[in-house]
């Protein structure tokens, strides 16, 4: 078992940045592959934010995020961040991390994850 916890979410304006993390516990944390998803609203699918591997060797990111945000992971301290820089009006939604022991390079693919935090809100004003 995996237990995921972020943090760091808020209200901003268009153009702040805001840090997101997430604090792994429980089974080891440095062999998964791990994710950021978001949800604009109850009843939508998540989507894709950025991914990164076991050992941090492989990085994806949506096109919409690319250039703005940046995904990194502290095996050492179990914790798995989001820098947000620029952040858009469309950025608001709630925001999940997860964690992956079956594809531990990084997936875009929500359905490869197998544990999920509660989530943390980011709300973006114009």
Do not use: H
């Not at 998964?32 to 989507?47: C, K, L, S, T």
């Not at 990164?52 to 992971?73: E, H, L, M, P, Q």
């Amino acid at each position: 078992q995996v237990q995921l916890v972020e943090s760091g979410g808020g209200s901003v304006q268009a153009g702040d940045s805001l840090t997101l993390s997430c604090a792994a516990s429980g089974r080891i944390f440095s062999r998964p592959g791990m994710a950021w998803f978001r949800r604009v609203a109850a009843g939508y699918d998540r989507d894709f934010v950025a991914a990164i591997a076991w050992n941090g060797g492989n990085i994806y990111y949506a096109d919409s995020v690319k250039g703005r945000f940046t995904i990194s992971r502290d095996n050492a301290k179990n914790m798995l961040y989001l820098q947000m820089n620029n952040l858009k009006p469309e950025d608001t939604a709630i925001y999940y991390c997860a964690s992956s022991f079956s594809v531990v390079g990084g997936s875009s693919d929500y359905r490869e994850y197998d544990y999920w935090g509660q989530g943390t809100q980011v709300t973006v004003s114009s």
